[in-house]
Every structure is written in C-alpha cells, then in structure tokens.
C-alpha cells in the first residue's frame, strides 16, 4: 500500500519512508531519518536527522524524536535516535540522540511513552517499557524489559533500573532501581516484590517465592549487602532470576536503592508487610 503524506508535511529528499507509512499535517521529516513500514505520525510531529523508527510506530501529535541532546559536551558529532517496532509515543514526548560519535539513544520494540515524557541522550530502554505521563530520563538512564515508570518519575542520569521494576508515582531516583522490585515514596524505596508483574510475565509461585525471600535478605533483615548475599546463597535455591538480581545488585556503580524499613525505624507506617505478604 502506498504511502499517505499530507501536503503541508515537510520531508527530506534523504528521508526514507517505507509502505503504507502515514504523516500527518505539519510534519517535518529532516535528513537521513527512516521510517519503518506502517508507522502513523499524526500533525505536527518532528522527526530529527538519522532517527531510525522502526514498523507499526504510531506518533501523537506534537511529539519530537531525535533533537540535539541537552549536553554541553555535544559537539555536532553524528549520532541517533533508534526506536523499535510497534512502539507509541504519545503528545508531545521528547527523545533526544546521543551524544558522542555514532552512539545511539535506543526504544525498544512495544513501548508507550505517554504524553509529556522525555528521554534524554545515550538512555536505553529495553522491550515492552511504559513511561507514564511527564516522566523525565536523564541522560545515560538505562531501563529493562518491562520496567513501568508512574507519572511525573524522575530518574537521575546514568541510573539503572532492573527489568520488570515498577516505580510508583511522582516519586524519583538518584540510585539503580533492582529487577523485579516494587518501589513508592519520594526518593524512590523497595516495598516489596512487583508480584503483579511477575505473575503476568509467567513467573512460577515457586520463583516468586525464592524473590521474595531474596528480597527480604536484602531490603528487610537489616543486613548489609554482603550479609545479604551470604544468606540467599545459604538459604534461597539459586535460580536464574535469583542470580539476575544477585549480579545486578553487585554490579551497581551508583548503589542500589533502599528499602522502606528505613521509614520504620524512624516510626513512620509503611504498609510494607502488607506488600512483603503477597506473592
């Protein structure tokens, strides 16, 4: 199916734009940009030079992909934006390329980033991540798969956040984020397991179960990280999950995030046992 391009849009004779690929008025298309078949934009949307989008994108209007980075490093070098497959971006979300010659700000294949989101240079976001309303990236922010982002979160440059984590609203991070954690509170603390998340990725009661316990060892028995580990190796069977999040907790440069036992000895009520109880 041919392509369907609206006579007020703006687009770049280097521009290559595969079938059945739609944009919408006011849409500006700069040079060396690529857009994969059947991507939707919709009026306004601005699409930079050398940003890849891949196929089945779809482009809400006023959304702007692969501007400048806001790095006073940046000197002009080439880079990219590259978006995977069947991805949303919805009104007015920014994505930044990188800074730093041929290095890419990378989207991974079905994500949703909601409106007024930013990612900023050199992130990486995995597969199937959500970012919802006005969250902001800082630069070098690296997100696993499926990983949910609440709205207006704040995630400080060169964080890591664990594949499957979910952080709860206008909350925010200076600090890695684990796989598979449950965090609320403003900074971001571990409450507990994301059971839900888990459960919808095809995790076993028995793996949950190991997490959990895994979990407590680190974020709720009071121990250091070393002791931490000591103890689930003595007393966790060691699966892969176990493993991912043993690894990511020791290749952490940032530290990893505490835990809302810290609110508890100061008094403050929680709920964490109520989030720890489920599985």
């Known amino acids: 199916m041919a392509s369907l391009i609206h006579p007020t849009a703006i687009i770049d004779p280097t521009a290559k734009l595969g079938t059945d690929v739609q944009v919408g ?31 089945n994108c779809h482009l809400s209007p006023g959304a702007a992909v692969g501007g400048e980075p806001q790095d006073l490093a940046f000197k002009g070098e080439f880079s990219r934006v590259r978006i995977g497959n069947n991805t949303h971006i919805r009104e007015y979300a920014t994505i930044h390329r990188a800074s730093g010659e041929n290095e890419e700000t990378v989207v991974g294949n079905d994500c949703m980033l909601m409106a007024y ?100 060892y680190l974020w709720f028995a009071g121990m250091n990280q070393t002791q931490a580990i000591e103890a689930i190796r003595e007393n966790v069977e060691i699966d892969a999950y176990v493993q991912e999040l043993i690894d990511f907790v020791q290749s952490s440069k940032r530290g990893v ?20 109880a489920a599985v």
């Not at 709205?151 to 600090?175: D, E, N, P």
Request: aromatic residues 6%; glycine residues 12%.
């Open 25 to 55: 008025p006011f849409c500006v298309i700069h040079a060396n940009a690529e857009i994969g078949n059947g991507t939707r934009l919709d009026s306004h949307v601005i699409v930079e030079a050398n940003t890849i989008i891949g196929e």
């Open 117 to 216: 989101t930013h990612v900023a240079h050199n992130c990486k976001l995995g597969n199937n991540v959500i970012l919802a309303n006005t969250v902001q990236l800082g630069g070098y922010v690296e997100l696993g798969d499926y990983v949910f982002l609440g709205g207006a979160v704040v995630v400080h440059q060169f964080v890591r956040i664990g594949r499957m984590a979910f952080l709860g609203g206008r909350s925010g991070t200076r600090q890695d984020v684990p796989p598979f954690a449950m965090t609320n509170h403003a900074p971001a603390l571990v409450t507990g397991l994301n059971s839900v998340g888990l459960r919808r990725r095809g995790l076993k009661l028995e793996e949950r179960t190991r997490l959990k316990k895994a979990f407590f």
């Open 257 to 276: 995030i505490g835990s809302v036992r810290t609110l508890e000895a100061s008094g403050e009520s929680t709920g964490a046992d109520a989030d720890m």
